[in-house]
């Protein structure tokens, strides 16, 4: 992938929310068709959903569980309507983060989409052949490339990545993403990629978790080959 | 997710039930994996015409009631396990990581095995068929490295075969068979119909080891049923009804074929018709259609069967790559889902069997097929029986939540059975392999379990060792990467 220049001031989702930047990453900037099988897409797009709760503190993960932590019933709802529906659920029932994935997984790629759509930042592809899934494609050429041209340039020359970069880059390896991704990086900068294995393990314990989890249930879903 | 809708308690449970497995789809994949055309058309007329031995069919009913009762405790434990789909990951939590390697090489092997020796089928059945409709000459070797070719590409880019082609195959596969089965069935060698075939005490009469072995390799890929546990709609009950009738199913199919060729053909004859026909034994007996519908069938399920074997091969190889156990590459998985080094090293292998016997000019139906097929099912039958023991250990430490049928006594039923087959296989390799006395490939093929064992502990106790990380997530296949056991049943504890 080419690399154009940072630009500031760019669209409306500019400073990116975890699953949208995720979303853009996940899907063909001009077909608008996802770059991984469908189910590994929806693994993914939960785990950012789950990630954008955890980076706010909102929910905790560990050793396989999920817990709304008390203190989190004093902050307020969250101002995203996709994210605080998505709190009604963890809040209502009590499960491992593996089924909270698998449940998530299913309309997560609608429901992100849906909410890059409703910002302008991607439309509705119809599908060209009768058994594909619609696909969502950027509304600008620059919109779709830019989450991943910012990543990788910051990578490359050097600077150090945000807490939700470093849960990105996380989530990206889980679900064999980075192989798209980050290849530039991996080819010019090695001493770089090899590095972010620590940055990852250094990360708050919930998002390491999230993290390790996802990378489990994108392994059973290939190895139970059903992706 | 339903936008406005107020959250109810309990819709996260019901909307995952919606999508889940229910008893037909389970055995239908467990079916298609097992590619019952394959075994009828080419393991049995292959081993009637090889090992000489005619209580094939009394093998199949044999086996297939052991592989019932060893069923009980394979899936129960299945419930309480990650990674459940792979004997190496029983192995390792009911007998030591040590053994789990040696289980989890055993089964790399047996594979392999497996999948290499349908190149050695399907190259002589196009050949024959094109050289019979039109007349054109092109060696075996020709048409298997074609098929090896377009495994290879499916198995990189993923284009699996979907479910429903699967299943459309799978259904056409089983009325053939049964078609040509009442076809021979109504006219038995001489006006008069033997049932001595099916009577197990004639098992004992010599080459018993050989039936035996053939009838386990029929029945490879019904182990598969405990990789559906996490999308079935009923943990508890649809994993294991769904292999009783899987393998009862394929047991009536593979008893009755069999059985219909050698009555239709007479027992004391069938070995030297088989030898002629080969494949063509199970065609021939029904009419022109029937008998053009068998052959183009037998193809696709030759190939479906060499997809499907090589989709084992590398899901066994990516577990491993995810432990660490085996090079992290082998693990790794590119964007479109597929992990490419593991399958590309799957299909290096294929691809160094058909040259290896190109060039050697053995013979690919027997010394390929049957030779390399047989060898690793008797793999499989080994780990079957470490399997049984495994669970018997593993639920005598953790007896909760099973009865003491499903925790011990099926368990140590099977265990002994399997066992006894073991030795018995072991003790006839040289007459499977269609030696009437001792023979070196006799020795040579077996011991290569043996080899993959002693390597696979000796690997586990350097882990152990050196990496002990690494040691520690032995048998958790992809779960390695939570250093967790998620077992199915923790999992799905709610999906009922």
Redesign the interface.
Same mark, same amino acid.
């Given at each position: 992938m080419a690399v154009p220049p940072p630009q500031d001031g760019g669209p409306a989702y500019a400073e990116g929310r975890l699953a949208d930047e995720f979303f853009l990453m996940a899907h063909d900037d001009e077909s608008g068709r996802t770059r991984l099988p469908e189910r590994i897409t929806g693994l993914g797009l939960a785990a950012a959903l789950l990630g954008e709760l955890a980076l706010e503190e909102r929910i905790e993960m560990r050793a396989g569980l999920l817990d709304v932590p008390p203190r989190a019933g004093g902050l307020p709802t969250p101002a995203d309507a996709l994210t605080a529906r998505v709190l009604q659920y963890l809040v209502a029932e009590q499960h491992p983060v593996r089924t909270w994935l698998a449940f998530f997984a299913r309309t997560a790629r609608d429901d992100v989409a849906g909410r890059l759509a409703a910002a302008g930042v991607v439309a509705r592809k119809p599908r060209r052949r009768p058994w594909q899934p619609d696909g969502w494609a950027p509304t600008t050429p620059n919109a779709g490339t830019l989450p991943a041209a910012r990543l990788v340039t910051q990578l490359m020359r050097g600077r150090p990545l945000s807490e939700q970069q470093t849960v990105l880059v996380g989530l990206l390896r889980a679900t064999g993403l980075d192989e798209v991704i980050l290849w530039e990086v991996r080819e010019s900068a090695p001493e770089t990629a090899r590095h972010l294995a620590e940055e990852i393990a250094a990360l708050k314990p919930s998002l390491t978790e999230l993290i390790s989890q996802t990378e489990a249930a994108v392994g059973a879903a290939i190895a139970s080959h059903r992706t | 997710?339903a936008?406005n809708a107020p959250?109810?308690?309990?819709?996260?449970t019901a909307?995952?039930a919606h999508?889940r497995l229910g008893i037909p789809s389970v055995a239908y994949f467990v079916l298609a994996g097992v590619a019952p055309l394959t075994v009828t058309a080419g393991v049995v007329t292959t081993a009637y015409a090889i090992t000489g031995v005619t209580s094939i069919p009394a093998a199949f009913i044999l086996v297939a009631i052991v592989l019932c009762v060893f069923s009980v405790g394979y899936v129960a434990m299945s419930r309480h396990i990650s990674?459940a789909?792979a004997f190496y990951a029983f192995i390792s939590r009911g007998l030591g990581r040590e053994a789990g390697v040696a289980g989890a090489l055993i089964a790399l092997v047996a594979y392999n095995l497996l999948q290499v020796g349908l190149y050695g089928m399907f190259g002589p059945t196009l050949e024959a068929f094109i050289q019979q409709k039109a007349n054109v000459d092109i060696k075996w070797w020709i048409y298997a490295l074609a098929a090896w070719a377009v495994v290879t590409v499916l198995g990189l880019v993923?284009v699996?075969l979907s479910g429903k082609v699967l299943g459309v195959l799978l259904t056409v596969e089983l009325i053939v068979i049964v078609a040509l089965s009442i076809y021979g069935g109504v006219h038995p060698a001489g006006n008069h119909v033997s049932f001595h075939t099916l009577n197990p005490s004639d098992l004992t009469k010599g080459g018993i080891g050989a039936a035996l072995a053939v009838a386990v390799l029929g029945y490879v890929g019904f182990e598969q049923s405990p990789?559906?546990a996490?999308?079935a709609k009923n943990a508890k009950r649809t994993i294991p009804v769904a292999t009783y009738l899987s393998l009862i199913l394929i047991m009536v199919v593979y008893a009755g074929a069999s059985w219909v060729m050698a009555e239709h053909y007479g027992d004391s004859k069938i070995a030297s018709v088989a030898g002629q026909q080969g494949p063509g034994t199970l065609f021939g007996m029904g009419n022109d259609f029937l008998n053009n519908a068998g052959q183009v069938l037998f193809m696709t399920s030759l190939f479906a069967a060499a997809l499907a074997f090589h989709?084992a091969c590398w899901?066994y190889a990516?577990?491993l790559g995810?432990e660490q156990v085996l090079p992290v590459t082998l @693990?790794?998985?590119? /964007?479109? =889902?597929?992990?490419k080094f593991a399958s590309a090293v799957q299909s290096a292998i294929g691809l160094a069997a058909i040259v290896i016997y190109a060039i050697g000019g053995w013979n690919p139906m027997t010394d390929l097929f049957f030779w390399l097929g047989t060898t690793g099912g008797f793999g499989i039958l080994i780990l079957l029986a470490l399997t049984s023991a495994a669970v018997i250990v593993y639920f005598a430490r953790n007896p909760g939540g099973e009865n003491i049928w499903r925790r011990l006594i099926a368990p140590a039923i099977s265990a002994v059975l399997l066992v006894i087959m073991v030795y018995l296989v072991a003790n006839n390799f040289s007459t499977l392999l269609g030696y009437t006395s001792p023979s070196v490939a006799g020795k040579i093929l077996p011991s290569l379990f043996v080899v993959a064992a002693v390597v696979g502990v000796g690997w586990a106790l350097y882990l152990r060792a050196d990496r002990p990380d690494t040691y520690a997530v032995i048998g958790l @296949?992809?779960?390695? /990467?939570? =250093?967790?056991s998620?077992s199915v049943g923790?999992?799905a504890e709610?999906n009922v």
């Open positions: - | 997710m936008r959250v109810a308690p309990g819709s996260v909307a995952l999508d990674n789909g993923r699996d990789v559906y996490e999308e989709n899901r990516f577990s995810r @693990g790794r998985t590119g /964007a479109n =889902g597929v992990p @296949g992809p779960e390695a /990467a939570t =250093g967790q998620a923790e999992l709610e």
